[in-house]
């Protein structure tokens, strides 16, 4: 049931729950003061009759004298009506008692030599009684002590506390309805914040995603609650930014191929013609086909670095990977291409790391790739390889066009290129091997960076070197 109360409900509840406890317990405590109070007040008034008995029993030494006690006892206890009295001589017969009252006669049997430090309590005749009994000796030779028991009426006490406790009973169960409505005023003015942000977040939606929650308007407690929804928001809002623009990036890349291989079709079913020119006809339609293929393929292993993917399979399937022969093995692939444009291609340094091999080269060869293809003819494609504190540093760099510091932030970024006309002028790649890159490169924790200015681009990974390995 709990679960189903409001937030202010409960906060309203346990204030007054906690509330009543602590009255209560204040109500119960103060009647414990109370009774102790009456209790020392009575033990203070026996104990003054009782050494007054005293004196007066210890001048006794003769029987006359004995026989005049009662009268004397009489006289002294005179204007205290609440009081009553009964004394026993050594006989144990009853010298004086007050009329209709009867001690307990286990108490006047074991009565002490001297006071005692607590009283006795009984109930006789709807009546309640505090008192003491005392054996004190007499002056006359030979003579057993005369036992005195003294006792108070404690009605008025009774009552007093009882008409106390029932004020204060009284008291809380007011107290308990008044800390209820305070508690509740108070909660829902404690949780005007939550609110206010619960409006905030419901105006967010796919086309507001700006809207952030106020952090300054909400008390500290809820400070980190709204800047980490707002962090949230960022994120969700670069996401669906990401996701639109891409969505919009692979329609517009997709397009053109579709419309080049609708219009080179139309074209050759328009009228009859050669093989041969059938022959061209589906030449070119392959290449574009080839070309909607790496696309496809490049844009399936985007989504599964997107999902995590590629991060298990490298932790599974992980292994140490010489960075230097495999970038040797690369300049043999290009090498064809950069005899072709006469760009030299140099390799310093030696490297291990830890991952899979595959991804590896080809996230090194997509930045080969890059760089031969902005080198100018007779320039130096350089990759260097460098280890510290467990980290290898793999760099590639190539004199060409400086990248603009507005684009640096945006090289990695799916279909993104620096120089679109270039690049829809040649053909050449999809716009997606910095993307696939950096994907990679995230899948074995590492990072990847760009530099370029005055003439020169470098790129920078940087991966966890591979455990147990030396490099020379």
């Known amino acids: 049931m709990m679960a189903r109360l409001t937030l202010t409900a409960r906060l309203t509840l346990l204030f007054a729950v906690g509330a009543s406890t602590v009255l209560l317990v204040l109500g119960w405590l103060t009647g414990i003061a109370i009774d102790r109070h009456f209790e020392q007040q009575d033990l203070d008034a026996l104990a003054g009759k009782m050494q007054l008995a005293q004196h007066t029993i210890a001048r006794v030494s003769t029987r006359s004298e004995l026989d005049a006690l009662k009268s004397q006892l009489n006289d002294a206890l005179i204007g205290h009506h609440d009081l009553v009295v009964q004394v026993l001589g050594p ?18 049997a074991h009565a002490p030599a001297t006071p005692a430090e607590a009283l006795f309590q009984w109930s006789q005749g709807g009546r309640s009684f505090r008192g003491m009994a005392l054996a004190i000796p007499t002056a006359i030779p030979h003579w057993q002590p005369l036992v005195v028991a003294v006792a108070v009426d404690i009605a008025h006490h009774t009552e007093f506390t009882r008409s106390l406790m029932r004020a204060l009973w009284v008291f809380v169960a007011c107290a308990a309805l008044a800390t209820g409505v305070l508690g509740w005023l108070a909660a829902s003015r404690g949780l005007a914040p939550l609110r206010t942000m619960r409006d905030k977040a419901a105006a967010v939606t796919a086309h507001h995603l700006h809207q952030r929650l106020p952090v300054d308007a909400v008390p500290p407690e809820l400070a980190e609650l709204a800047t980490s929804l707002n962090e949230m928001l ?3 809002e670069d996401a669906f930014r990401r996701l639109s623009d891409f969505s ?8 053109t191929p579709v ?19 059938y022959r061209a006809t589906l030449e070119s339609n392959a290449e574009e086909y080839e070309r909607l293929a790496r696309m496809i ?12 993917q590629m991060s298990d399979w490298v932790a599974e399937h992980g292994e140490s990977v010489h960075l230097a022969q495999e970038v040797r093995d690369l300049f043999e692939f290009y090498e064809a291409l950069a005899e072709e444009k006469g760009i030299h291609l140099d390799l310093l340094g030696t490297c291990s790391v830890w991952g899979d091999r595959l991804m590896l080269r080809r996230a090194v060869s997509n930045l080969l790739s890059n760089a031969l293809r902005y080198t100018p003819r007779a320039g130096t494609v350089r990759v260097c390889l460098s280890e510290l504190d467990g980290i290898c540093t793999l760099t590639v760099e190539n004199p060409g066009p400086t990248i603009p510091a507005h684009q640096l932030a945006r090289v990695f970024e799916r279909f993104f290129r620096a120089d679109p006309s270039r690049q829809q002028a040649t053909g050449e790649g999809t716009g997606l091997g910095l993307a696939i890159t950096q994907a990679i490169v995230h899948a074995h924790q590492g990072q990847v960076s760009v530099f370029s200015e005055a003439g020169k681009t470098r790129f920078s990974i940087q991966l966890a070197q591979a455990p147990g390995r030396t490099n020379v």
Do not use: C
């Not at 009853?94 to 009252?101: F, Q």
């Not at 419309?259 to 020119?277: G, Y």
């Open 91 to 108: 006989n144990g017969d009853v010298l004086l008692a007050s009329a209709g009252v009867h001690f307990p006669r286990e108490w006047l």
């Open 234 to 236: 960022a994120r969700l």
């Open 248 to 255: 919009s990036d692979i329609a517009h890349e997709l397009r």
């Open 259 to 277: 419309s080049n291989l609708m219009t080179e079709t139309q074209v050759a079913l328009s009228r009859p013609r050669d093989a041969a020119s």
């Open 297 to 308: 393929s490049d844009m399936l292993f985007l989504a599964k670095a997107e999902y995590g």
